[in-house]
Each structure stands twice: as structure tokens, then as C-alpha cells.
């Protein structure tokens, strides 16, 4: 037995040793942290927050950010509104197109007390809500979609069309609320001042949108912004009345790297194991591969390349240099960076818990079908999140 096999078999049980890995770990002081961080930001821009709980799928996790003062929440998925529906969150943004074929999923959210908001980005998907609206004698509160930054859908602000589907709406009996972009190009920045000039453009671009369309006679009270780079670079929101933002509740590597947080602010982490060495190569292997990591390298195209993820001690404690270099299903393969570790198998034998810090906390929160939530005085609990649609 070597020295460190025998101080991981003799040193006393924590409250990590009773969990079966990998596992989906938070930090709970880091998460409440984070969620104190973005609700300061907000209330300092004089605007309310809505947080896209896209990213954990969690009641416990929603309860917190609702207690620091979140004024409704965004889901991305109409089965996201109906569980926290269910625990008793009704105002919710569903912030992904509006599909025809979901307009009864949607109405039947609203006959359940859910005041859902839904969005659209075109004239024929405004059609189709007007038309379902009046065979169902049912009012939808609408918003438009606004491309401030040509990453991905949304109507320009300068754009006929805004004012052609605000007309559809308006003319055809929906409530008109107001206008919302999400300028996800700032996953690709990495400076404040880069990301304090986007979230200027995302800005400016979404009032501009609501101007057009009060101009128009067509009415806009709320105009919501928001992803986690621009929300916390924001250095003025004039205009705007609420702030989205979703993966701040955890951060990850992406963010690290786009440079809104550090590694210690990682709320979200990966227990694995270690169960074998290749010792010539410098490899360790854990149990965590990619089913646990996910697929996500979203570190790849930045600076810092943190392959599968960043290793860390069994207490959080970043390990410098040494990463989750590749990923099999089930296999993870641990590495130093620079050479290989040749005394790899000495420094984590077999058995030895590491955490690992995901690229995409979103993406990784989503193989586990719980979290570990892990107090700082050590108290552990489980909360179920869920999947699908
Ligand atoms: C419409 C919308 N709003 C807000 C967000 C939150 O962005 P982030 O996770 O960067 O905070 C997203 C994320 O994809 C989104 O799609």
C-alpha cells in the first residue's frame, strides 16, 4: 500500500464519502454568492430581475433566487413553466418562439392561474397565436423578439417586419407586453470593455424597438434584456425594465474564460473517482466521463482550453495544470497540461475522490437527474431536478 492509499484509508469520512459518483455537486455558499452578485447588479441598474432557470431545473435551487428578491422567472421549455406552476411561481417568460402546435400546452398553463408570457419573431407564428386566440376566446400576453447582436433569431430594430407583427398582435386582440433580446454573442468576448459595449448595443437596440412600436401607437411596457456577461457588464440600462440572465447561478469555465468570474466562483462541480492509471502516459482515469461532463467543449475556441474540465481536490481546491483532458462515456482521462505526471498514480490512487469544474454548468447540470448540495459546514442534501419537455 502506498503512503497516500493509506491516508485515504485512514483519514476520517466526510460528508462526501456517502455519495456514489459521479455526482452533480453545488456549493451552496457559492450559488447564494452568485445569486446575491446578479440581484445587487439588477437593483443597482434600477431594473427587476428574471432569472432563466433553464440552467438548474430546480425547485430549491428557484426558492433561493425568488427569496433574494427575482421578480418571476424565464424557462426555455413549456414543462419548465408547468413544474414551477406547480410550486407556486406563476409569473414565467417562456423565452424560445412560440410553435403553433404548443398554443393549447400554452392556454392550458393559463386556465391553471400561470400568468405566461410567450414570445414570437414573426408574422406567420403572430398568426397563429391571434387565430388560436380567438377560437379559444383566449388572450395571450405577447412579446417580440429583438436580434440585437446576429447570433441568433429575433426581428431587427429597425426592421417593417417589428411593426408588422406588433400589428398582428395588437389588432388581433393579444396583449401586446412589450419586447425582449438575449445578445448570447457575449459567450464569445473576453474584455469589460468589449461586454460593456455589447450590452450597450443590446441595449440600445431593444428600446430602440420599443420606441418604434410606441411610435407606431402600439403598446410596449416592458423591455428585457439579458444574458450573464451583459448583465454583469452592463454600465446603464436607461430604457429597460428587466434583466434575464441564467448561468450565473452557477458560472463555469466558459465564463471564467469570458471573464465575469473565477474559478472559485464555480458553484457547480462534478465528484468523480479515480479507478485506474495508465502511469507511462501520466493518466489517471475517473468515473466521470463525458455522460457526466456532457459533450460540451465550449472552452475549446477561447483562450484557456480546459478540455473536459478543470480538476480539483476533493475540497474544491484547484489543482493548476491538471485537466479532464479527454472523455470516453463513462471514462474520464485526467491529465497534467504541461508533461506528464509520471508520479500520477502516487498523487491520486485509485479510490481518491477529485472534483471536476464544468465548461457548461448548464450542459453538465443536465446528465444528473439530482444535485448534491453541500453546505460550508458540511450538510449535504439532495435536490431533484428534471429533464425533457
Ligand atoms: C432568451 C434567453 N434569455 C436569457 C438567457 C440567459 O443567458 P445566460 O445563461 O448567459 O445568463 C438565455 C440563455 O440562453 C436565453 O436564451
Redesign the pocket.
Known amino acids: 500500500m502506498t503512503q497516500a492509499t493509506h491516508s485515504l484509508a485512514t483519514r476520517s469520512p466526510t460528508a462526501l464519502d456517502q455519495i456514489d459518483t459521479p455526482a452533480a455537486l453545488i456549493s451552496t455558499a457559492r450559488m447564494q454568492r452568485n445569486i446575491d452578485r446578479m440581484q445587487a447588479k439588477a437593483h443597482a441598474l434600477g431594473v427587476s430581475l428574471r432569472p432563466?432557470v433553464?440552467?438548474t431545473k430546480c425547485t430549491e435551487v428557484v426558492k433561493q433566487q425568488l427569496a433574494a428578491g427575482a421578480q418571476g422567472i424565464?424557462v426555455?421549455t413549456l414543462k419548465e413553466a408547468e413544474h414551477f406552476l406547480a410550486d407556486g411561481v406563476t409569473d414565467i417568460l417562456y423565452?424560445v418562439g412560440m410553435a403553433p402546435h404548443r398554443l393549447p400546452q400554452a392556454l392550458a398553463l393559463c386556465e391553471q392561474g400561470c400568468q405566461l408570457k410567450i414570445i414570437t419573431d414573426n408574422a406567420d407564428s403572430a398568426r397563429a397565436i391571434v387565430e388560436f386566440g380567438a377560437a379559444h376566446n383566449a388572450v395571450f400576453d405577447v412579446m417580440i423578439e429583438i436580434d440585437t447582436d446576429d447570433h441568433r433569431s429575433g426581428i431587427k430594430p429597425d426592421s417593417q417586419e417589428l411593426l408588422v407583427v406588433g400589428d398582428i398582435l395588437h389588432k388581433g386582440g393579444m396583449r401586446l407586453l412589450g419586447v425582449?433580446t438575449?445578445a448570447?454573442s457575449?459567450y464569445e468576448l473576453n474584455t469589460p470593455q468589449a461586454l460593456a459595449a455589447l450590452a450597450e448595443q443590446e441595449r440600445a437596440g431593444c428600446v430602440r424597438a420599443a420606441e418604434r412600436l410606441r411610435a407606431a401607437g402600439l403598446p410596449c411596457p416592458v423591455v428585457s434584456v439579458?444574458?450573464?456577461?451583459t448583465?454583469l457588464e452592463a454600465r446603464d440600462l436607461t430604457g429597460v425594465t428587466e434583466l434575464?440572465?441564467?448561468?450565473?447561478i452557477f458560472f463555469d469555465l466558459v465564463m471564467r474564460n469570458v471573464g465575469v468570474c473565477t474559478t472559485d466562483d464555480i458553484a457547480l462541480s462534478v465528484l468523480t473517482t479515480v479507478i485506474g492509471h495508465q502511469r507511462e502516459k501520466g493518466w489517471a482515469i475517473v468515473d466521470a466521463g463525458w455522460m457526466a461532463m456532457s459533450r460540451d467543449k465550449g472552452t475549446a475556441r477561447q483562450q484557456v482550453d480546459f478540455g473536459y474540465g478543470q480538476v480539483c481536490d476533493e475540497n474544491g481546491q484547484v489543482m493548476p495544470g491538471y485537466l479532464l483532458a479527454s472523455a470516453n462515456q463513462e471514462h474520464g482521462i485526467l491529465a497534467r497540461t504541461d508533461t506528464p505526471d509520471l508520479d500520477i498514480e502516487s498523487r491520486f490512487p485509485v479510490g481518491t475522490r477529485l472534483r471536476i469544474l464544468p465548461n457548461h454548468a448548464?450542459a453538465t447540470g443536465a446528465q444528473f437527474p439530482q444535485y448534491h448540495a453541500l453546505s460550508e459546514d458540511n450538510t449535504l442534501s439532495i435536490w431533484s431536478r428534471f429533464h425533457g419537455w
Open positions: 432563466h433553464k440552467t424565464t426555455s423565452a425582449l438575449h448570447g457575449s439579458g444574458s450573464t456577461p448583465a434575464r440572465a441564467g448561468v450565473y448548464c
